[in-house]
């Protein structure tokens, strides 16, 4: 016999109808993606689309963020994993490294390692200036040119520290001084980081510096290590023999 279908439309419990009503009723626009469904022997309700695979909508890939059709992902629980993660996926089940299993980076490991970047930052922003000065730039006693010529180096400086962390967290997983000392950063679920991510991670690490240090501090008395910035982007450090894959 076929599952016995139940939805909610205005807050009313509606059906149930069989499966293939149910898959009818999101094309005459009754239910929606998240339309709250449930049938007998589900623990609770859930949203339509977490539930039911529909031919052309899409769903974003929880490892790689890509957006692609639902029908050509794999569906793990609420996950949504697409082809190309999906190898990758399914090994970290089996060892057992996704999620809760993780060594988290304690405070004075990542301590050391932001000193380390920023040793390496600091010769990187040095050579920078002496090149821009290089450049004829900063030899004038015009304070407004002056002024502004201050301004394109910071700039210029922020996009190189930019570059630095996003760059690296992307590419190899952790800035050198992360990596220096074993340490990696991941998603929740101990996945590489998609760009986008590792951009939106060193902008928010600004939010955490500007907390004059506080947004820092947390991630002592934090359970999983998190500074503000891990909080605001979901991410996590890791020690690496922690199983980074
Ligand atoms: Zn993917």
């Not at 993660?85 to 057992?96: A, F, S, W």
């Not at 590419?171 to 050198?176: E, F, I, N, R």
Request: aromatic share 12%; with cysteine; glycine share 8%.
């Amino acid at each position: 016999m076929s599952t016995l279908w139940y939805y909610a439309s205005e807050d009313r419990q509606m059906g149930p109808v069989p499966e293939t009503e149910l898959d009818k009723l999101v094309s005459t626009g009754v239910i929606f993606p998240y339309t709250l469904v449930w049938h007998e022997g589900m623990a609770e309700w859930q949203t339509y689309t977490s539930v039911r695979t529909v031919p052309g909508l899409v769903g974003m890939c929880s490892q790689c963020e890509e957006v692609e059709l639902q029908s050509e992902m794999v569906r793990f629980g609420e996950k949504w994993v697409c082809v190309n993660c999906k190898d990758n996926y399914t090994q970290r089940l089996r060892e057992g490294t996704l999620g809760g299993k993780m060594v988290y980076a304690g405070f004075w490991i990542r301590a050391g390692a932001l000193l380390i970047d920023g040793v390496i930052l600091l010769i990187v922003q040095l050579v920078i200036q002496a090149a821009y000065a290089g450049a004829d730039a900063l030899r004038t006693f015009n304070g407004y040119v002056l002024a502004s010529q201050m301004v394109v180096l910071k700039l210029l400086q922020l996009a190189a520290q930019a570059a630095y962390h996003s760059y690296f967290v992307y590419q190899l997983g952790g800035t050198p001084g992360k990596l220096a000392l074993g340490c990696r950063v991941v998603t929740a679920d101990g996945a590489k980081l998609t760009w986008k991510r590792s951009i939106a991670r060193y902008f928010a690490s600004l939010i955490s510096v500007s907390t004059l240090g506080i947004g820092y501090l947390i991630a002592a008395f934090d359970d999983q290590k998190r500074t503000l910035h891990d909080r605001i982007c979901d991410t996590r450090v890791i020690v690496k023999s922690g199983r980074f894959v």
